[in-house]
């Protein structure tokens, strides 16, 4: 059985089909890339998964569980978190309470304000913010929100992770970083679904890449099938 | 045509810039250089007009920038394309590029730049009536690029233009600064890009913890071990 699985999933936006009969499922352990042109659905169909969107048709499943038309603090607490493309931190919230309002976000039990903090702090240190946790969110650079956010994501607890875009405007020394905390992430156990253009990266942690364009699934493979795909080189990699 | 002279900038206690100096001269690209943290959006904020700085100053064209407003710095012809775009999510694609035009001198041309603008980038015509929060993380990119055009800049500040693109658009962005420097616009160019942003500036200046600790000619820094290692992962 998928841990993550989606059955003609569609939403329009409109007139546009911003995400169209996609099919697509992500097995326990597994690092899945999601790449494709900008303005392909990518973040959509995340958008979707996470319950920030309904779709208009469609079905997506948690651990076999029909999940379509759950709210998103429901998707969360059963173990499927997200981080956002255009960061979404709590910009005057110190950095550490973001991470521990995470923490209580997952979870319907009671958890001591003392266990929370300590459980953010472990976590700042493990996505290396940990110098950072007393300045409001606001105050880090873009690149550092965008590991506050897979901090905070993390907090909550998930089986499942989406991350959105988490290596944009790192180096080329930074991302081999950031490649090591996703294998550090996958290695606690958590799968991994996550958006990508940096291809270095998406080619070396990634068991499996899908594709999309223009709303549709075109391609689905090994990174090395995706790489020399003539499709996929022609709409997304250029030559 | 930009000389930056010792500039220091503090966010409340912490000095997040030290004795900075620089210069762009006209018909230049020049690339800033550096890692997650060191100061690069923070100096550009600083040129144009968006954090002031504690000491030192900054010229365009002869004239003392610091201290003025932001707008009236894009007035004189500096643009300025934010890291994450930034653009008016309430607005439609079109009117956040008349957003660009509004110095009078850019006003005045706004048609031909419209013109322009959309062959750069044919998807902003094509969205031109939806709202920018509708649009991808990409077309949010080539928004912010496009309003700034939108200003007729003499000198256009670039704060990671390919964050968010496609790998093939990411080459096309290379190429379209390639062109407006053709066209006659000044650059600065920050990219995380290092190589790419190497091959195409003329200068470069590497920043690291708030400090210019190395600059020089472009095919010298692509040779330097230090860039190599610290920021093309070689």
């Known amino acids: 059985m998928f841990v993550l699985e989606g059955q003609g999933v569609t939403k329009y936006f409109g007139g546009l089909a911003a995400v169209s009969d996609v099919d697509f499922h992500v097995d326990q352990g597994e690092i899945v890339g999601l790449i494709g042109p900008n303005g392909a659905g990518k973040t959509t169909l995340f958008g979707l998964i996470s319950a920030a969107l309904v779709p208009n048709s469609g079905t997506i499943r948690f651990k076999g569980e029909n999940i379509t038309g759950l709210r998103p603090h429901q998707i969360c607490k059963k173990g499927l978190a997200r981080t956002f493309q255009s960061v979404k931190v709590f910009s005057d919230m110190p950095v550490i309470n973001n991470v521990v309002l995470g923490v209580h976000f997952g979870t319907s039990e009671r958890v001591k304000a003392a266990q929370a903090a300590n459980e953010a702090d472990r976590l700042l240190e493990f996505v290396g913010l940990s110098g ?4 409001p969110a606001k105050d880090l650079t873009l690149v550092n929100q965008k590991l506050l956010e897979v901090a905070r994501a993390l907090a909550t607890k998930p089986e499942v992770l989406l991350l959105d875009e988490i290596m944009a405007g790192l180096n080329s020394t930074e991302i081999t970083q950031a490649m090591e905390l996703v294998s550090k992430i996958r290695a606690q156990g958590i799968t991994i679904f996550m958006i990508e ?3 270095k990266a998406i080619m070396s942690v990634c068991d499996r890449i899908m594709v999309l364009d223009h709303g549709k699934k075109i391609a689905e493979g090994t990174p090395q099938e995706i790489a020399t795909s003539k499709m996929v080189v022609e709409v997304y990699l250029g030559e | 045509m930009l000389e930056v002279c010792d ?3 503090h966010y409340g206690k912490v000095q997040a810039l030290w004795d900075i100096s620089l210069e762009v001269n006209e018909g230049e690209i020049v690339a ?4 997650n943290g060191a100061g690069k959006t923070t100096l550009v904020n600083t040129i144009s007009g968006l954090v002031k700085p504690s000491s030192g100053s900054v010229s365009f064209l002869d004239k003392r920038i610091n201290g003025l407003p932001a707008h009236v710095i894009v007035e004189l012809g500096i643009s300025y394309v934010p890291q994450g775009g930034k653009v008016f999510p309430e607005m439609t ?7 660009g035009a509004y110095p009078i001198r850019a006003w005045k041309q706004k048609d031909a730049t419209f013109e322009q603008v959309y062959r750069i980038f044919p998807r902003l015509k094509e969205r031109e009536k939806q709202l920018a929060r509708t649009l991808s993380g990409g077309e949010h990119q080539m928004l912010a690029i496009g309003r700034a055009l939108m200003s007729k800049p003499m000198l256009c500040i670039f704060d990671e233009p390919s964050y968010g693109l496609a ?3 990411v080459k096309e962005m290379f190429q379209t600064i390639q062109n407006l420097k053709e066209q006659g616009i000044t650059i600065f160019l920050i990219e995380q890009n290092v190589r790419r942003s190497l091959e195409i500036a003329d200068r470069a200046y590497v920043l690291e913890n708030g400090r210019v600790c190395l600059q020089g000619d472009c095919v010298e820094l692509l040779q330097s071990d230090h860039v190599r290692k610290a920021y093309m992962g070689l």
């Open chain 1, 132 to 135: 950072r946790a007393m300045v």
């Open chain 1, 197 to 199: 253009h940096v291809m």
């Open chain 2, 7 to 9: 500039l220091n900038t």
């Open chain 2, 32 to 35: 800033l250089v550096g890692s």
């Open chain 2, 93 to 99: 694609v079109r009117e956040n590029m008349e957003m």
């Open chain 2, 167 to 169: 790998p093939l658009l």
